[in-house]
Nanobody, 128 residues
């Protein structure tokens, strides 16, 4: 059974930083690309970033490019999202996901919902 668990969310002032972490069990972590999504109230889920299984290839949404950095440590089976210069608009539930199917050493944040394993999310709230 695959289990994805996020941590690190919280309340931060605009301009501040947070680092999210995600662990995944029940799968061969190093064989899967990983990704971060978020969903704000009343809005659709938004793909933020992904990282290939080796960590060599990454993608970022324009909304977070230059502010967020995705990384992974396969020895610790852990995914990270370093979020800097946070804005009020970054307030959302943040979800970690693992690819359900092979993508070589690439990644995507535009696959179907059912093509990922999902965590329960961690709340990030940015105050002004």
């Amino acid at each position: 059974q695959v289990q994805v668990v996020e941590s690190g969310g919280g309340l931060v002032q605009a301009g501040g930083s947070l680092r999210l972490s995600c662990t995944a069990s029940g799968l061969r972590f190093a064989d899967n690309f990983m990704a971060w999504f978020r969903q704000a109230p009343g809005k659709e889920r938004e793909g933020l970033s992904c990282i290939s299984r080796s960590g060599v290839n990454t993608l970022y949404a324009d909304s977070v490019k230059g502010r967020f950095t995705i990384s992974r440590d396969n020895t610790k089976r852990t995914l990270y999202l370093q979020m800097n210069n946070l804005k009020v608009d970054d307030t959302a539930m943040y979800y970690c996901s693992a690819a359900r199917r092979d993508a070589g050493d690439y990644c995507s944040i535009s696959w179907l919902y059912s093509d990922y394993y999902w965590g329960q999310g961690t709340q990030v709230t940015v105050s002004s």
